[in-house]
Protein backbone atom coordinates (compact mmCIF):
# COMPACT_ATOMS: atom_id res chain seq x y z
CA UNK A 1 0.00 0.00 0.00
CA UNK A 2 1.59 3.48 -1.08
CA UNK A 3 2.02 5.96 1.73
CA UNK A 4 -0.79 8.31 1.86
CA UNK A 5 -0.46 12.02 0.52
CA UNK A 6 0.68 15.16 3.13
CA UNK A 7 -1.93 15.83 4.79
CA UNK A 8 -3.43 19.68 4.70
CA UNK A 9 -2.51 21.56 7.67
CA UNK A 10 -4.22 24.95 8.62
CA UNK A 11 -3.33 27.35 10.70
CA UNK A 12 -5.78 29.40 12.76
CA UNK A 13 -5.99 32.51 14.74
CA UNK A 14 -5.48 32.43 18.86
CA UNK A 15 -4.97 36.24 19.20
CA UNK A 16 -8.34 38.03 18.07
CA UNK A 17 -9.38 39.26 21.53
CA UNK A 18 -13.08 39.84 19.93
CA UNK A 19 -13.32 36.58 18.93
CA UNK A 20 -12.11 33.62 20.83
CA UNK A 21 -14.39 30.91 18.76
CA UNK A 22 -10.99 29.43 18.01
CA UNK A 23 -9.79 28.86 21.33
CA UNK A 24 -13.33 27.38 22.90
CA UNK A 25 -14.00 25.32 19.76
CA UNK A 26 -10.34 23.63 19.98
CA UNK A 27 -11.12 23.30 23.85
CA UNK A 28 -14.13 21.17 23.02
CA UNK A 29 -12.48 18.71 20.77
CA UNK A 30 -9.90 18.31 23.42
CA UNK A 31 -12.13 17.75 26.24
CA UNK A 32 -12.75 14.27 25.66
CA UNK A 33 -9.35 13.30 25.21
CA UNK A 34 -8.51 14.61 29.11
CA UNK A 35 -6.41 13.59 31.03
CA UNK A 36 -4.07 12.68 28.35
CA UNK A 37 -4.93 16.01 26.09
CA UNK A 38 -4.12 18.05 29.45
CA UNK A 39 -0.84 19.79 28.19
CA UNK A 40 -2.33 21.32 25.00
CA UNK A 41 -6.18 21.81 26.49
CA UNK A 42 -4.57 23.71 29.45
CA UNK A 43 -2.05 25.47 27.38
CA UNK A 44 -4.49 26.59 25.51
CA UNK A 45 -7.10 27.72 28.60
CA UNK A 46 -4.26 29.84 30.34
CA UNK A 47 -4.29 32.54 27.19
CA UNK A 48 -1.00 34.94 27.18
CA UNK A 49 -1.19 34.55 23.49
CA UNK A 50 1.39 36.95 21.14
CA UNK A 51 1.54 37.78 17.58
CA UNK A 52 3.44 34.99 16.56
CA UNK A 53 0.79 32.64 18.13
CA UNK A 54 -0.59 30.27 15.62
CA UNK A 55 -2.99 27.08 16.32
CA UNK A 56 -1.88 24.16 14.14
CA UNK A 57 -4.43 21.51 13.01
CA UNK A 58 -5.28 18.81 10.12
CA UNK A 59 -8.80 19.54 11.03
CA UNK A 60 -10.32 22.12 8.48
CA UNK A 61 -13.39 23.33 10.57
CA UNK A 62 -12.73 23.54 14.13
CA UNK A 63 -16.34 23.92 14.50
CA UNK A 64 -17.32 20.69 12.95
CA UNK A 65 -13.91 18.44 14.84
CA UNK A 66 -12.79 15.28 14.17
CA UNK A 67 -13.86 13.13 11.25
CA UNK A 68 -14.75 9.53 11.44
CA UNK A 69 -12.32 7.67 14.08
CA UNK A 70 -10.34 5.34 11.43
CA UNK A 71 -9.07 9.12 10.88
CA UNK A 72 -5.87 10.06 12.78
CA UNK A 73 -5.54 14.12 13.32
CA UNK A 74 -3.12 16.45 15.10
CA UNK A 75 -3.25 19.87 16.65
CA UNK A 76 -0.56 21.96 18.31
CA UNK A 77 -0.01 25.18 19.81
CA UNK A 78 2.90 27.12 18.68
CA UNK A 79 5.00 30.15 20.00
CA UNK A 80 8.44 30.79 18.55
CA UNK A 81 8.64 34.06 20.59
CA UNK A 82 8.80 32.46 23.74
CA UNK A 83 12.24 30.66 23.17
CA UNK A 84 14.69 29.48 24.77
CA UNK A 85 10.86 28.18 26.66
CA UNK A 86 8.61 26.06 25.66
CA UNK A 87 7.38 26.29 21.92
CA UNK A 88 4.98 23.89 20.66
CA UNK A 89 2.39 21.65 22.75
CA UNK A 90 0.67 19.23 20.50
CA UNK A 91 -1.76 16.27 20.64
CA UNK A 92 -2.35 13.36 18.32
CA UNK A 93 -5.60 11.64 18.33
CA UNK A 94 -3.31 8.48 18.67
CA UNK A 95 -2.27 9.49 22.10
CA UNK A 96 -3.26 6.74 24.83
CA UNK A 97 -5.03 4.62 22.73
CA UNK A 98 -4.75 0.96 23.31
CA UNK A 99 -2.61 -1.13 20.50
CA UNK A 100 -4.77 -1.21 17.13
CA UNK A 101 -6.29 -5.16 17.34
CA UNK A 102 -7.83 -5.13 13.90
CA UNK A 103 -4.50 -6.96 12.53
CA UNK A 104 -0.89 -5.60 11.41
CA UNK A 105 -2.33 -4.30 8.03
CA UNK A 106 -4.32 -1.49 10.04
CA UNK A 107 -1.67 -0.95 12.45
CA UNK A 108 0.85 -0.36 9.41
CA UNK A 109 -2.00 1.89 7.91
CA UNK A 110 -2.55 4.10 11.00
CA UNK A 111 1.55 4.04 11.64
CA UNK A 112 1.19 5.65 7.99
CA UNK A 113 -0.96 8.37 9.00
CA UNK A 114 1.15 9.41 12.17
CA UNK A 115 4.24 9.80 10.28
CA UNK A 116 2.14 12.13 7.42
CA UNK A 117 0.47 14.19 9.70
CA UNK A 118 4.13 14.91 12.16
CA UNK A 119 5.90 15.92 9.04
CA UNK A 120 3.47 18.14 7.72
CA UNK A 121 3.01 19.53 11.00
CA UNK A 122 6.87 19.97 11.09
CA UNK A 123 6.64 21.99 7.38
CA UNK A 124 3.98 23.82 8.90
CA UNK A 125 5.86 25.35 11.62
CA UNK A 126 8.82 25.90 9.43
CA UNK A 127 6.36 27.09 6.42
CA UNK A 128 5.82 30.29 9.32
CA UNK A 129 9.16 31.60 8.41
CA UNK A 130 12.22 32.48 11.06
CA UNK A 131 12.03 32.30 14.77
CA UNK A 132 10.57 36.47 15.77
CA UNK A 133 12.11 38.31 17.82
CA UNK A 134 11.87 36.59 21.74
CA UNK A 135 10.37 38.07 24.45
CA UNK A 136 13.31 36.45 26.51
CA UNK A 137 15.61 38.59 23.74
CA UNK A 138 18.38 39.59 26.68
CA UNK A 139 18.77 36.50 27.50
CA UNK A 140 19.45 34.93 24.22
CA UNK A 141 21.69 38.08 23.22
CA UNK A 142 23.54 37.43 26.62
CA UNK A 143 23.69 33.53 25.64
CA UNK A 144 24.95 34.56 21.84
CA UNK A 145 27.71 36.68 23.68
CA UNK A 146 28.88 34.56 26.40
CA UNK A 147 28.01 31.05 24.66
CA UNK A 148 26.84 29.84 27.94
CA UNK A 149 24.83 31.47 30.94
CA UNK A 150 26.53 33.15 33.71
CA UNK A 151 25.31 30.60 36.94
CA UNK A 152 27.07 29.47 39.42
CA UNK A 153 25.06 25.95 38.63
CA UNK A 154 25.38 25.63 35.08
CA UNK A 155 27.34 22.15 35.44
CA UNK A 156 25.56 20.96 37.93
CA UNK A 157 23.01 18.26 37.15
CA UNK A 158 19.78 17.26 38.35
CA UNK A 159 18.12 13.97 39.36
CA UNK A 160 18.43 13.00 35.47
CA UNK A 161 21.82 13.82 35.13
CA UNK A 162 21.02 17.39 32.95
CA UNK A 163 22.56 20.36 33.73
CA UNK A 164 20.89 23.99 33.02
CA UNK A 165 23.67 24.06 30.05
CA UNK A 166 22.05 20.58 28.45
CA UNK A 167 18.59 22.37 28.74
CA UNK A 168 19.40 25.05 27.21
CA UNK A 169 21.41 23.55 24.31
CA UNK A 170 18.91 24.50 21.59
CA UNK A 171 19.17 28.17 22.30
CA UNK A 172 21.86 29.58 19.48
CA UNK A 173 20.32 27.53 16.62
CA UNK A 174 16.79 28.85 15.30
CA UNK A 175 16.32 25.89 13.07
CA UNK A 176 15.86 23.71 16.56
CA UNK A 177 12.21 24.07 17.94
CA UNK A 178 11.36 22.87 21.47
CA UNK A 179 8.22 20.51 21.57
CA UNK A 180 7.06 20.07 25.35
CA UNK A 181 5.22 18.08 27.25
CA UNK A 182 5.30 15.39 24.27
CA UNK A 183 3.23 11.93 24.62
CA UNK A 184 5.55 9.05 24.95
CA UNK A 185 3.91 7.89 21.57
CA UNK A 186 4.68 11.08 19.66
CA UNK A 187 7.50 10.90 21.19
CA UNK A 188 8.68 7.81 19.53
CA UNK A 189 7.07 9.03 15.81
CA UNK A 190 9.60 11.79 16.08
CA UNK A 191 12.22 9.86 16.51
CA UNK A 192 11.76 7.05 13.86
CA UNK A 193 11.10 10.14 11.53
CA UNK A 194 14.91 11.22 12.25
CA UNK A 195 13.41 14.92 13.29
CA UNK A 196 14.71 14.98 17.12
CA UNK A 197 18.11 16.64 17.61
CA UNK A 198 19.67 14.82 20.49
CA UNK A 199 21.40 17.67 22.93
CA UNK A 200 21.73 15.76 26.07
CA UNK A 201 24.66 13.09 26.99
CA UNK A 202 22.16 11.17 28.42
CA UNK A 203 19.60 11.21 25.67
CA UNK A 204 15.92 11.97 25.90
CA UNK A 205 14.63 12.22 29.47
CA UNK A 206 11.14 10.68 30.71
CA UNK A 207 9.09 12.55 33.01
CA UNK A 208 6.62 11.07 34.74
CA UNK A 209 3.25 12.47 34.45
CA UNK A 210 0.87 12.70 36.89
CA UNK A 211 -2.67 13.12 36.94
CA UNK A 212 -4.84 14.37 40.58
CA UNK A 213 -8.80 14.47 40.75
CA UNK A 214 -9.13 17.07 42.97
CA UNK A 215 -12.79 16.49 43.89
CA UNK A 216 -10.99 12.84 45.26
CA UNK A 217 -7.57 13.45 47.25
CA UNK A 218 -6.74 11.35 49.74
CA UNK A 219 -7.92 12.77 53.47
CA UNK A 220 -4.38 12.71 54.54
CA UNK A 221 -3.59 15.54 52.48
CA UNK A 222 -6.35 18.13 52.95
CA UNK A 223 -5.03 20.26 56.21
CA UNK A 224 -3.51 23.23 55.07
CA UNK A 225 -2.19 23.71 58.69
CA UNK A 226 1.03 25.22 58.86
CA UNK A 227 3.91 24.31 61.31
CA UNK A 228 4.83 27.24 64.11
CA UNK A 229 6.70 29.64 63.22
CA UNK A 230 5.66 29.37 58.97
CA UNK A 231 2.88 31.27 57.35
CA UNK A 232 1.30 31.35 53.68
CA UNK A 233 1.91 33.84 51.20
CA UNK A 234 3.28 34.96 47.62
CA UNK A 235 6.65 35.14 46.09
CA UNK A 236 7.33 38.78 44.76
CA UNK A 237 9.95 39.61 41.56
CA UNK A 238 12.14 39.63 44.64
CA UNK A 239 12.16 36.02 45.35
CA UNK A 240 12.38 35.11 41.27
CA UNK A 241 16.28 34.80 41.59
CA UNK A 242 16.08 32.40 44.68
CA UNK A 243 13.64 30.40 42.68
CA UNK A 244 15.92 30.37 39.45
CA UNK A 245 19.11 29.02 41.74
CA UNK A 246 16.90 26.21 42.74
CA UNK A 247 16.31 24.19 39.98
CA UNK A 248 18.36 23.84 36.55
CA UNK A 249 15.61 24.11 34.51
CA UNK A 250 15.83 27.92 33.05
CA UNK A 251 12.84 29.82 33.82
CA UNK A 252 12.32 33.64 33.05
CA UNK A 253 11.37 36.17 34.98
CA UNK A 254 8.99 37.70 32.47
CA UNK A 255 7.32 34.44 32.72
CA UNK A 256 7.83 33.41 36.05
CA UNK A 257 5.75 37.32 36.85
CA UNK A 258 2.64 36.08 35.00
CA UNK A 259 2.32 32.29 36.79
CA UNK A 260 -0.09 32.08 39.93
CA UNK A 261 2.37 31.26 42.58
CA UNK A 262 1.52 29.84 46.38
CA UNK A 263 4.65 30.13 49.11
CA UNK A 264 5.78 29.15 52.54
CA UNK A 265 7.36 31.75 54.52
CA UNK A 266 8.91 31.93 58.03
CA UNK A 267 7.35 34.24 60.06
CA UNK A 268 10.71 35.95 61.69
CA UNK A 269 11.90 37.36 59.05
CA UNK A 270 10.70 36.40 55.90
CA UNK A 271 12.38 34.22 53.84
CA UNK A 272 10.56 31.91 51.67
CA UNK A 273 11.15 28.40 51.82
CA UNK A 274 8.71 27.03 49.61
CA UNK A 275 7.26 27.58 46.40
CA UNK A 276 5.21 26.44 43.68
CA UNK A 277 3.57 27.75 40.48
CA UNK A 278 0.78 26.85 37.75
CA UNK A 279 2.83 26.93 34.74
CA UNK A 280 1.48 27.89 31.09
CA UNK A 281 0.19 24.73 30.65
CA UNK A 282 -1.96 24.51 34.03
CA UNK A 283 0.70 22.39 35.64
CA UNK A 284 2.42 22.09 38.64
CA UNK A 285 5.84 23.57 38.15
CA UNK A 286 9.36 24.63 40.00
CA UNK A 287 7.51 22.85 43.25
CA UNK A 288 10.82 23.47 45.93
CA UNK A 289 10.75 22.91 49.57
CA UNK A 290 14.18 24.19 51.31
CA UNK A 291 16.37 21.22 52.65
CA UNK A 292 16.52 21.86 55.79
CA UNK A 293 12.20 21.85 55.91
CA UNK A 294 11.69 18.86 54.06
CA UNK A 295 10.09 15.59 55.57
CA UNK A 296 6.98 18.19 56.69
CA UNK A 297 4.75 17.20 54.04
CA UNK A 298 4.90 20.63 53.12
CA UNK A 299 5.23 19.94 49.47
CA UNK A 300 2.09 17.75 49.57
CA UNK A 301 0.24 21.43 51.64
CA UNK A 302 1.42 23.45 48.70
CA UNK A 303 0.11 21.51 46.20
CA UNK A 304 -2.95 21.47 47.49
CA UNK A 305 -3.38 25.49 48.45
CA UNK A 306 -2.51 25.74 44.80
CA UNK A 307 -4.63 23.92 43.05
CA UNK A 308 -8.09 25.13 45.71
CA UNK A 309 -7.42 28.29 45.40
CA UNK A 310 -5.36 29.72 42.10
CA UNK A 311 -6.59 26.87 39.30
CA UNK A 312 -10.52 27.91 39.21
CA UNK A 313 -10.63 29.07 35.57
CA UNK A 314 -9.27 25.81 34.08
CA UNK A 315 -12.58 24.04 35.84
CA UNK A 316 -15.21 26.55 34.85
CA UNK A 317 -16.93 25.30 31.86
CA UNK A 318 -18.80 28.70 31.22
CA UNK A 319 -22.60 29.45 30.80
CA UNK A 320 -25.12 26.68 30.00
CA UNK A 321 -28.32 26.59 28.83
CA UNK A 322 -30.03 26.81 32.18
CA UNK A 323 -27.91 29.95 32.76
CA UNK A 324 -25.82 28.38 35.43
CA UNK A 325 -22.30 27.55 35.86
CA UNK A 326 -21.13 24.77 35.08
CA UNK A 327 -18.02 22.90 36.53
CA UNK A 328 -15.38 20.73 34.44
CA UNK A 329 -13.98 17.88 36.25
CA UNK A 330 -11.43 19.32 38.02
CA UNK A 331 -7.92 17.37 37.09
CA UNK A 332 -4.90 19.06 37.56
CA UNK A 333 -1.64 17.28 36.26
CA UNK A 334 2.10 17.76 36.89
CA UNK A 335 5.39 16.37 35.56
CA UNK A 336 8.42 14.69 37.74
CA UNK A 337 11.66 14.33 35.95
CA UNK A 338 12.88 10.86 35.46
CA UNK A 339 14.90 10.24 38.71
CA UNK A 340 13.78 12.71 41.31
CA UNK A 341 12.36 9.61 44.00
CA UNK A 342 11.29 12.22 46.28
CA UNK A 343 9.13 14.22 43.94
CA UNK A 344 7.38 11.05 42.64
CA UNK A 345 6.37 9.89 46.34
CA UNK A 346 4.83 13.24 46.77
CA UNK A 347 2.56 13.04 43.44
CA UNK A 348 1.81 9.27 44.51
CA UNK A 349 0.61 10.66 48.18
CA UNK A 350 -1.52 13.31 46.66
CA UNK A 351 -3.51 10.83 44.65
CA UNK A 352 -2.15 10.89 41.19
CA UNK A 353 -2.17 8.59 38.58
CA UNK A 354 0.30 8.04 36.13
CA UNK A 355 -1.11 8.21 32.88
CA UNK A 356 2.22 8.56 30.53
CA UNK A 357 5.41 9.06 29.96
CA UNK A 358 6.18 13.04 28.36
CA UNK A 359 9.17 14.64 26.95
CA UNK A 360 10.58 17.56 26.05
CA UNK A 361 12.28 16.97 22.56
CA UNK A 362 14.24 19.37 19.69
CA UNK A 363 12.99 19.22 16.91
CA UNK A 364 15.16 19.74 13.84
CA UNK A 365 13.17 21.90 11.23
CA UNK A 366 16.03 21.32 8.61
CA UNK A 367 15.51 17.53 9.22
CA UNK A 368 12.57 17.56 6.98
CA UNK A 369 12.01 17.89 3.07
CA UNK A 370 9.73 20.18 1.29
CA UNK A 371 6.58 18.15 0.64
Known sequence: MPPPPSPTIYAHDLTNAKDDSNVKSALKILEPHLPVSIPLHRRLQFGRFFEATTLLTSLANLEAG?????????????????????????????????????????AHQRQQQQDALILSLIRSIKALGPAPKSIHQDILAKAADKHRLSS???????????????YLAHLLNPNLILFGATHSSTTQILARNHVIKHVFDSGLVANWTFVFDIDDLPESATSLELPAGLQWGELEQEHFALVRSRTQIPRQDRTLAVLPNAAIFEVENGKPIAWVFVGLDGSLTTLHVEEEWRGN????????????????????????????KEKARRLAHDYVISGNEASKKVSERLGGRHYADTFWVRVDLDSVSEA
Open 297 to 324: GLAKMIAVKIWREKMEVFWNKGEPGNGE
Open 66 to 106: PGPEDEEWIMAFVDRSCRPETEVWMYGSWEGRELDENGVAR
Open 152 to 166: DNDDSQDHSGVSRKD
